[in-house]
């Protein structure tokens, strides 16, 4: 019996030390891009009638490299990758579809391409795992609200490199709302993206679990 058990432990912590030598942890995963912009209250490209300048495009992935999981975001004069507010302020609501753990959120400011003259200076992000009823322009977070970073953006150029909100908290969270609190540049605030991301565990970690069940569930046929 002992021998058996000797060789089960042995046994799963060669797999794990393989694990961890030959196999990377999974990168985080960015849920914004599978999630739905649900409200905003000030967007340039609806006023104008542009969709290059929509709200919309914050969620997009355009021009990131490699992938919208990691690295920087090019930005082009009116190529449709970034959101243009139509006030000195405004917010929009994130949907993720279901609660899920928020971990890290980066964000991306924009220059309006070229022309340099519009991107976000100061922000706040609240979330919820509710929204009340209303419009487009007026639904906003309702039930229990979590103030989950503020901050301010530095302004950046093309590449655009991926700047970090410091999160007061890790939890399970469906609603993000993203406030412009305050615009910079010449005509008001902008934002190129925003990536929020659920780090998924490493390949180690799930054998552990798995080890752990295996050895609990012969250790309960024993006992039968």
Not at 81 to 109: E, H, K, M, R, T
């Amino acid at each position: 019996m002992r021998s058996t058990r000797f060789a089960t432990v042995a046994g799963c912590l060669m797999l794990i030390v393989c694990a961890m030598t030959r196999t990377a942890p999974a990168a985080p995963f960015n849920m914004a891009d599978d999630g739905t912009i649900v409200a905003c209250n000030s967007d340039l490209g609806v006023i104008i009638a542009d969709p290059a300048y929509t709200v919309f495009n914050v969620i997009d992935g355009q021009n990131a490299a490699p992938g919208n999981d990691a690295g920087t975001i090019g930005e082009v004069f009116h190529d449709g990758s970034y959101y243009l507010g139509a006030d000195p302020s405004g917010y929009f609501i994130l949907d993720l579809g279901s609660a899920q753990p928020v971990y890290a959120i980066d964000l991306f400011n924009t220059n309006n391409g070229t022309v340099n003259d519009r991107r976000t200076g100061a922000y706040s992000i609240t979330a919820s795992n509710s929204i009340s009823a209303g419009t487009f322009t007026t639904i906003t977070l309702s039930g229990s609200i979590t103030n989950l970073a503020s901050g301010s953006l530095v302004p950046d150029s093309s590449p655009l490199d991926p700047q970090a909100a410091t999160l007061s908290t890790q939890q399970y969270f469906r609603y993000l709302r993203f406030d412009i609190t305050q615009g910079a540049g010449t005509f008001g605030p902008g934002l190129n993206e925003v990536r929020v991301f659920n780090p998924e565990p490493s390949t180690a970690l799930v054998l552990v679990a798995g080890c752990v069940a295996l050895a609990r569930r012969r250790r309960l046929a024993r006992s039968m």
